[in-house]
């Protein structure tokens, strides 16, 4: 996959804030990137969500309980029927996101008591944080296409793969025609321009063209590390980094949050191989004189330098219960 990403605005000097007491308010204006992909005619493309939505809110004046963040701003201005996520960008939790659930006042409701999940309030409160509208397909691929992937109908068209729980949900830009509008939708035919895609998830394109084709996203660029929670099996996740072979199996972070072991026990990280299959790894645990490090799984060659496939996605098998990686980036929040 030949993919090249344009940073509009630098690392230095992207956030603009303006500060509004007594609670601190502030906006930010997030680096903005465009990402071009080529995908081949037909067949399957891994892609990674490295661009996400603007920041819309941020704040200092958090008070964790339970499932209810005090944020200290007014939230007026968040619209109900959008789908919205609060995500930690400084202190000991940065990089954890979670779903909002509703708001009143200058409170949050998420919808998972990250509390219980084993953040501490006395850690926590205190911590800024940003609130984003969660990317969706039209948001991503735009409301129109404007990506430029096959339109047509459930048969002709390019199909986007998204990855829950063990199965794949695909949808596809309807050209429109006997009086009904083009649109994204599920293969059922319901409109699905607002199915939401987490950022770190990874998304398959499945091409059915009669030539290659290049396709662009903008967006604001993702910046500082990003948590991604991952459960027993299979998890298709993104390279968060906006930036061309930037981010290895050995600076990445990834194995703080997978098992190590052997090429039989570890979990293991697949990255899709130009052969059309996947180069599989894992995290060795040392011993018997030998260091922990990055191994193939065939061969048992250091792999530390590996990189994450640029703008894709790869997929982490979990061998059991639930964790989260942090993969880290170089790109600071503000």
């Not at 959008?82 to 409170?107: D, L, P, R």
């Not at 939401?196 to 499945?206: K, L, N, P, S, Y």
């Not at 994450?308 to 600071?332: C, N």
Request: proline share 5%; net charge negative; glycine share 12%.
């Amino acid at each position: 996959m030949n993919t090249r990403t344009l940073l509009l605005l630098g690392a230095v000097g992207y956030a603009v804030s303006a500060t509004t007491c007594p609670a601190q308010t502030m906006v930010s204006t997030d680096p903005v990137g465009v990402v071009s992909t080529e995908l081949p005619a037909t067949g399957f493309t891994y892609l990674g969500v490295n661009l996400t939505t603007p920041t819309l809110l941020t704040s200092r004046d958090t008070i964790l309980s339970g499932v209810e963040v005090n944020t200290g701003i007014d939230l007026s201005s968040l619209e109900v029927g959008t789908a919205y996520a609060m995500e930690i960008v400084s202190g000991t939790y940065e990089g954890f996101c979670a779903n909002i659930a509703s708001w009143t006042g200058q409170a949050l409701t998420l919808e998972e008591d990250i509390e219980a999940g084993g953040i501490d309030p006395a850690s926590f409160d205190g911590s800024r944080i940003s609130i984003k509208a969660l990317p969706t397909l039209a948001s991503i691929f735009g409301a129109d296409n404007s990506a430029g992937l096959k339109a047509g109908t459930s048969v002709s068209a390019d199909l986007i793969y998204l990855y829950s729980s063990g199965s794949f949900s695909k949808y596809y830009y309807f050209q429109g025609g006997f009086g009904q509008d083009p649109e994204w939708r599920t293969l059922s035919g319901s409109p699905a321009g607002s199915v939401t895609i987490h950022f770190g998830d990874g998304v398959i394109i499945e091409t059915k063209d009669s030539v290659a084709k290049q396709i662009t996203i903008s967006g604001s660029v993702k910046v500082g590390p990003t948590n991604i929670p991952l459960y027993e099996g299979f998890n298709l996740v993104s390279n968060p980094s906006p930036v061309e072979g930037r981010l290895t199996l050995g600076n990445s972070g990834l194995k703080d949050g997978l098992k190590w072991g052997t090429s039989v026990d570890a979990d293991v990280v697949y990255i899709p191989s130009d052969s059309g299959g996947f180069d599989k790894y894992f995290y060795f645990q040392g011993g018997f004189g030998q260091d922990p490090e990055w191994r193939a799984v065939t061969g048992g060659a250091n792999s530390e330098n590996i990189p994450l496939p640029d703008s894709g996605s790869f997929f982490i098998e979990r061998q059991s219960g639930e964790s989260s990686v942090m993969i880290t980036e170089d790109l600071p929040n503000p």
